[in-house]
């Protein structure tokens, strides 16, 4: 029985031919989504805009109905709700946008909490309020800040590790590829205007580990190429070491595709934001890793002596005396 080879042994495709088109592409790209969320901004969920949050027990049920409490409070008027399991299968943690002028009064943030708790006890008996508490606009604003650095501490740190492993050009590689990722999922999020949550955060942590996966994966080719063929030019090293990894691409690829199709069409509505960041960083991660962390190396000034060992003054005294011998 063959093996099933979605990738032929033999590929040989020219992705480095048109590095500096892709190149010129992957920066406007990253102009225009920076643009996109200047413009149309974030919609932001109430991580990170601020919100009333009730905690709700339903002692006589095993398990919270959490599709149909998501209807019932959107009918309310407040915005989408954000409703999960808080601890258990009948606790749920129901969070709603706030008004504009809400912060501005006192007491009608709760209030409103109040109401979201009433309406669900005149349809459900047996539920217990745990808790009524608002996300100030402060609080959100620390979400915020402490969500970007989580960010900007994954990236340098992914450059670190490869700068270590590799050489220092390879550092500066990845780090412009998960930029690139990072940016043209947040141009995505501000185009659509889908909710943008710490659900999302996770998912942008989730795409850079992946694209560095993508990325080590590749450059560990390019260097084991880089002392095995010498002589080769440089973008015709670089084809070659795309080529070798395609198949090992391709499958972790539709694999992780396979898994997430089903969640994006039949999945949840509160993890339909989540799934499609990680679906979109899929592509853009695979992407992002040959027409940007690959023809980098050229312009960074990569060659077939970047891997080869300096030798030392001592090395050329221990030749010097072995060639006397």
């Known amino acids: 029985m063959k093996l099933l080879k979605l990738v032929p042994q033999d590929t040989n495709i020219k992705f480095l031919k048109l590095r500096v088109p892709f190149f010129m592409f992957s920066i406007a790209l990253m102009i225009a989504s920076w643009a996109l969320v200047a413009v149309n901004g974030l919609n932001l969920g109430i991580d990170f805009a601020g919100g009333q949050e009730v905690n709700l027990t339903f002692e006589d049920q095993a ?7 998501r209807e019932q409070v959107e009918a309310l008027g407040y ?18 946008p706030l008004p504009a002028d809400v912060e501005d009064t006192p007491g009608a943030a709760t ?9 669900i006890e005149s349809q459900y008996d047996g539920v217990r309020t745990d808790g009524n508490n608002t996300v100030s606009g402060k609080v959100a604003e620390e979400f915020s800040r402490d969500a970007g650095l989580a960010l900007l501490a994954a990236m340098v740190m992914v450059a670190l590790y490869i700068w270590i492993r590799f050489e220092w050009q ?11 990722d990072v940016s043209v999922t947040m141009g995505m999020f501000a185009l659509f205007q889908l909710e943008f949550s710490l659900q999302i955060i996770a998912a942008i942590l989730a795409i850079i580990g992946y694209s560095l996966n993508d990325t080590i994966v590749v450059y560990d080719r390019i260097r084991e190429n880089l002392k095995k063929y ?4 440089l973008p015709e090293l ?8 395609l198949a090992r691409t391709v499958m972790t690829s ?19 934001g989540l799934v499609v960041a990680i679906t979109a960083g899929l592509f853009i991660g ?4 040959v027409y940007l962390a690959s023809p980098i190396l050229i312009w960074m000034g990569v060659n077939s002596d970047s891997f080869v060992p300096t030798e030392t003054e001592a090395d050329k005294q221990e030749k010097k005396v072995l060639g006397q011998l």
């Open 63 to 69: 398990v919270a109905p959490v599709a149909d409490l």
């Open 79 to 96: 915005g989408t709700p954000v409703v999960q399991e808080f601890g258990a299968p009948n606790v749920v943690s129901i969070r709603v």
């Open 111 to 119: 209030e409103i909490g109040n109401e979201v708790v009433a309406a």
């Open 170 to 180: 390879f550092g500066v590689g990845a780090l412009f590829a998960l930029f690139h």
């Open 230 to 233: 010498r002589k080769m030019p």
């Open 238 to 245: 670089l084809d070659l070491s795309v080529n070798e990894t």
């Open 254 to 272: 539709l694999t992780l595709l396979v898994a997430l199709l089903p969640l994006l069409l039949f999945g949840p509505a509160s993890l339909f």
């Open 286 to 289: 695979t992407y992002s890793s």
